[in-house]
């Protein structure tokens, strides 16, 4: 069955520094995608980045970088100079394409909060 | 501009008192889902339309319902709300089954 284990419910991080969300996954499907979302206190659930997992390169959308690592099954989120905007919950998600129709299956989320 | 748009943002209900919630879209996607968020929980897939095709998940309530009369409008109603269905409802987007997901704002919804 597929899975999604964010094991950081809460992580710290001082303004301007880098940080890391770790994210692992289980799934039997060859084929699949991973999702990063971040979730402000309003509610909205806003999409950052993609992983395919047949790219050969890690995906990189501005300050946010996903250190994929297939044998590992590991898909953590990088966040480059952390702002005071980035706090936040973080959800990693999976989808794979074998199976029912490609839902997306989430982890439990990590609370990121960034110190000034 | 918004592209996934909720309405209302906020919803107080009485126990017991059908409610509906609005969802509409400027992307043109074929997908909409409904999601259900409950406190420090991740969303749960409630069901999706591909195009007119209704998708439930196997373990959704019946109480919830959804009605989707064109491509830009999905609607979620929730038939006789119980005090266990306070929660924030996002909608989301997608191209198809395999693209990625756009969420809207969400509507928290209280059930009184």
């Known amino acids: 069955a597929q899975k999604i284990t964010q094991t950081q419910p809460g992580m710290f991080v001082q303004e301007k520094e880098a940080v890391t969300l770790d994210c692992t996954y289980d799934t039997s499907d060859p084929s699949y995608g991973l999702f990063w979302y971040k979730q402000p206190s309003s509610g909205e659930m806003i999409f950052l980045i993609y992983?395919?997992?047949?790219?050969?390169q890690n995906a990189t959308e501005g300050r946010y970088s996903l250190n994929f690592q297939k044998a590992r099954k590991s898909a953590n989120l990088v966040i480059s100079a952390s702002q005071l905007g980035d706090s936040a919950m973080y959800f990693c998600?999976?989808?794979?394409?074998?199976?029912?129709?490609?839902?997306?299956?989430f982890g439990k989320g990590t609370k990121l909060s960034v110190k000034p | 501009d918004a592209m996934v748009i909720q309405n209302p943002r906020y919803q107080v209900t009485q126990f017991g008192k059908p409610v509906t919630l609005s969802c509409s879209q400027t992307l043109n996607h074929n997908v909409m889902y409904w999601y259900q968020q409950k406190s420090s929980q991740a969303p749960k897939l409630l069901f999706h339309y591909y195009d007119k095709d209704f998708n439930n998940e196997a373990d959704t309530p019946d109480n919830f319902q959804s009605r989707r009369p064109n491509t830009s409008f999905c609607f979620l109603d929730i038939r006789s709300p119980g005090l266990g269905d306070a929660a924030m409802y996002l909608c989301?987007?997608?191209?198809?089954?395999?693209?990625?997901?756009?969420f809207g704002p969400g509507t928290r919804l209280l059930v009184l």
């Open positions: 992983q395919g997992s047949y790219d050969q």
């Open positions: 998600a999976m989808r794979d394409y074998g199976g029912s129709q490609g839902n997306l299956i």
């Open positions: 989301a987007t997608s191209r198809d089954p395999i693209q990625t997901q756009y």
